[in-house]
């Protein structure tokens, strides 16, 4: 039959978009190549030092303080865990925090704080005359305090003391212990006050 019924209507061709399919393998590839890149990079580290606590300036680094941790290969010059060895035979140039990446800026062979003029003086304070949280690195004042009216007035004996070391209270069970550099010729007169407690110390916020 030739009737209306059994006519279809006409179907238009399918349009083909070939630049469409074009632009989608192309961002396909263009994926996959940067996936390739960043796992590459990833894999390309270097070993670098990093400091797990506090080392004052002038302070030899104990080997205690360093770890070796892996790290992208930025081009900065970070010391390699390699020279590990080098490094706990020198000394910080400036106060290093915990988690910092080491840089040769950093060390030195010899130590700034402890050179020619310079002393350690150990103090034995009691509460009161430090303040709480003072650390290896920190900066102080050490002052002379009077015990009696009679023999002056409290004065800065030391304006910009480094503190060296601060007792273990595990072992001492005295948290008051602490040594400081200062110059040499005001050494003697801070361990005379020290030995009858007329010393106190006053911590320098930021001044590291």
């Keep these: 039959m030739s009737g209306p019924a059994s006519r279809k209507l006409p179907v238009p061709p399918r349009e083909r978009k070939p630049a469409l399919a074009a632009l989608a393998v192309l961002l396909i590839l263009g994926g996959a190549l940067a996936t ?3 796992v590459l990079s990833s894999g390309d580290r270097v070993s ?3 400091f797990t606590q506090q080392v ?5 680094i104990p080997k205690e303080a360093i770890e070796e941790v892996k790290i992208a290969d930025t081009g900065i010059g970070y010391v390699s865990w390699a020279r590990r060895q080098e490094v706990t035979n020198s000394f910080a140039t400036v106060t290093i925090l915990p988690g910092t990446l080491m840089t040769d800026a950093m060390g030195a062979k010899a130590s700034t704080e402890l050179g020619e003029g310079k002393a350690t003086v150990g103090l034995a304070l009691k509460p009161g005359q430090m303040p709480a949280g003072v650390q290896q690195g920190d900066r102080v004042q050490v002052i002379f305090v009077p015990s009696r009216s009679s023999e002056g007035e409290s004065r800065v004996l030391a304006a910009s003391a480094l503190v060296f070391s601060v007792g273990d ?4 069970g005295n948290s008051g212990q602490i040594t400081v550099v200062v110059e040499a010729p005001a050494a003697p007169e801070i361990v005379a006050a020290a ?12 001044a590291r």
Excluded: F, N, Y
């Design 36 to 38: 390739t890149v960043l």
């Design 48 to 50: 670098a030092i990093r």
């Design 56 to 60: 004052g300036a002038g302070q030899r």
């Design 169 to 172: 209270r595990s072992k001492t």
């Design 195 to 206: 030995s009858s407690g007329q010393i106190a110390v006053a911590e320098l916020p930021g």
